[in-house]
C-alpha cells in the first residue's frame, strides 16, 4: 500500500514539474530566450543574419508551412534579429501564425500580402491607443512601419503615439509623411498601400475624411510644441 501511495505521489509530482517547465517555455520572455539562442547557434556556423533568422524561423511550428518567399521577405523589412524575434513572438500570442498567415501568404503580390501583416499589426496597435496603452501600442506599431513604411496607416498611429506622449520631435515627420500618404490618388505609386481602408486596418468606424481631420489637429498641435520649445 505504501508503495502504491509513494508512486502516486512521485507521479503527481512529475505531472506538476512537465506542466510548470510546459508553462515557462510558454512564455514570451522564455520564447525570446529560445530563439536568441538557435539565432547564435546558427550564426557561429558562418549563416549571415538574415539566413541564420530564417533558419529560427522555419523551425518553428506553424511557420514552417508557410511560403519561404514571405517569410523572408518580413524579414528583409524588419531588417534587425531583435525585431523579427518581438514580430515572430507577438504573432504566435495573436493567434495569427495558424489562423491569418496562411491564407495571406498565399496571395501571389507579395507586397500586399506584407501590407496585409502590417494592417493586422496596424489595427492591433490602434486598438490598445484608444486604451491609453502607449507603450504597448508603441510596441506593435514599430514592428508594422518597416513592413509597410509607405502606408498611413502604419505611419500616422505610430505618430499619434509619439505625439501623445510628448515626444514631438519624432512625431513631425511620421505626420508629415502620413498625411502626404493619405492624399495619394489612387493608382499612383504606392497604390496597394492605400487600398487598405482605415475601417479595416484601423477601427470599423474610422472614415477616411474624419481620419485626416483628427491626424492633422494633432499634426498642427505638434508644430506648435515644436515651434514653443525651439524659442
Not at 505611419?155 to 520631435?169: H, I, K, N, Q, S
Not at 498601400?193 to 481620419?211: D, T
Request: charged share 25%; aromatic share 10%.
Amino acid at each position: 500500500m505504501e508503495s502504491v501511495v509513494f508512486w502516486f505521489i512521485v507521479l503527481l509530482g512529475g505531472i506538476t514539474i512537465y506542466r510548470l517547465l510546459a508553462w515557462r517555455m510558454a512564455t514570451p520572455k522564455a520564447r525570446v530566450t529560445l530563439m536568441l539562442r538557435r539565432y547564435r547557434n546558427f550564426a557561429r556556423t558562418g549563416l549571415s543574419e538574415a539566413e541564420s533568422l530564417f533558419r529560427v524561423v522555419v523551425t518553428r511550428s506553424g511557420w514552417k508551412d508557410l511560403p519561404h518567399g514571405f517569410l523572408r521577405e518580413l524579414i528583409a523589412r524588419l531588417k534587425s534579429k531583435e525585431d523579427v524575434i518581438r514580430f515572430i513572438s507577438l504573432a504566435e500570442d495573436c493567434g495569427h501564425v495558424t489562423q491569418r498567415f496562411p491564407g495571406i501568404a498565399q496571395k501571389g503580390n507579395v507586397d500586399e500580402a506584407i501590407a496585409e501583416v502590417a494592417c493586422l499589426l496596424a489595427r492591433f496597435g490602434y486598438e490598445l491607443q484608444q486604451e491609453g496603452r502607449w507603450k504597448e501600442a508603441e510596441f506593435v506599431q514599430k514592428l508594422a512601419l518597416p513592413l509597410c513604411p509607405e502606408c498611413y496607416f502604419t505611419t500616422l498611429p505610430l505618430a499619434a503615439t509619439y505625439y501623445e506622449t510628448g515626444r514631438y520631435g519624432e512625431a513631425r515627420p511620421l505626420f508629415e509623411r502620413g498625411l502626404a500618404q493619405l492624399e495619394k490618388p489612387s493608382g499612383a505609386d504606392g497604390a496597394t498601400a492605400q487600398s487598405f481602408s482605415p475601417a479595416r486596418c484601423l477601427a470599423p468606424h474610422v472614415e477616411l475624411a474624419g481620419l485626416r481631420g483628427a491626424y492633422r489637429g494633432k499634426y498642427d498641435a505638434c508644430l506648435r510644441e515644436v515651434g514653443s520649445k525651439g524659442n
